[in-house]
């Protein structure tokens, strides 16, 4: 029991190599967030080859470590396995080790690996539907809600509470009316994952919502602007803007300091 309690007490990076596992696993089930919510399909159930539709086993279904054992095949009809899935996998074990590795604290910890985890889902899945999910965008901000609320009760942080609800109003209603201005343009599912950032950047503070969104646009315009150089795009193509949400929201916390102390 002691054992148990001095773990309890210790920060989260000191549980590094747990937290690698978890990110493979989280990675894992990103695969399967983004095979199945678009199809409207539940996530109960094991996984099956989209080739033979038969059942994958456990000890076929280990994050990145089968992939390597079955050389990218499945193991029963020797169907090549897209090298998306092992990937999907590192980059949410990446995401994981930073979010635990840059916060202190369990409960910040734990908003950011959700953050991080279902943020990834949500790229991919904006990227090939161009569409923002209400279920995940929903699960998004009930489980933010829920873990900034843990760090603001567990370390006294009562006076944080005024800014972080301003600020996700705030960001809600700024999407909200670039979603009435461009007639569309803008699509209701970024203003609702919008709450879910002013939620997160807003517990830091203010000014890491207006980075993180000057970020967002900023590399929004970058690869909207290198996509049409390269004639991948016209001015007409619609260009997913949720990945670049998220990816703005990422890089904010690591600089606005820098930002504000060069502006400020």
Not at 111 to 124: H, Q, T
Request: a positive charge; one cysteine or more; charged letters at 10%.
């Amino acid at each position: 029991m002691r054992d148990a309690v001095s773990a309890i007490g210790l920060a989260p990076h000191n549980f590094l190599l747990s937290w690698i596992a978890i990110g493979l696993a989280c990675g894992s089930f990103v695969t399967v967030l983004v095979a199945r919510i678009p199809e409207g399909r539940g996530i109960q159930g094991r996984s099956q080859c989209i080739s033979c539709n038969k059942t994958i086993s456990a000890r076929d279904n280990i994050p990145v470590i089968s992939y390597l054992i079955l050389k990218g095949k499945c193991r029963n009809c020797k169907v090549p396995i897209s090298i998306r899935y092992p990937l999907i996998e590192l980059v949410a074990m990446g995401l994981v080790v930073v979010a635990v590795q840059s916060n202190e604290g369990w409960w910040k910890v734990l908003a950011w690996v959700v953050f991080s985890v279902l943020g990834l889902a949500l790229a991919i899945i904006d990227l090939q539907t161009h569409r923002l999910p209400n279920a995940l965008t929903a699960w998004l901000f009930v489980l933010i809600a829920v873990t900034v609320s843990g760090d603001i009760l567990a370390n006294h942080h009562s006076d944080r509470i005024k800014m972080t609800v301003i600020s996700s109003f705030a960001l809600t209603v700024f999407y909200f009316l670039l979603n009435i201005l461009s007639r569309g343009g803008m699509g209701m599912g970024d203003v609702k994952l919008a709450a879910s950032i002013g939620l997160i950047l807003g517990y830091i503070n203010g000014s890491s919502v207006i980075v993180g969104t000057f970020f967002g646009f900023f590399f929004g315009s970058t690869i909207s602007v290198l996509m049409m150089a390269t004639g991948r795009a016209t001015r007409k193509t619609q260009i997913p803007f949720g990945p670049f949400m998220l990816l703005g929201a990422f890089v904010a916390p690591w600089l606005t300091p820098h930002l504000v102390a060069i502006f400020l």
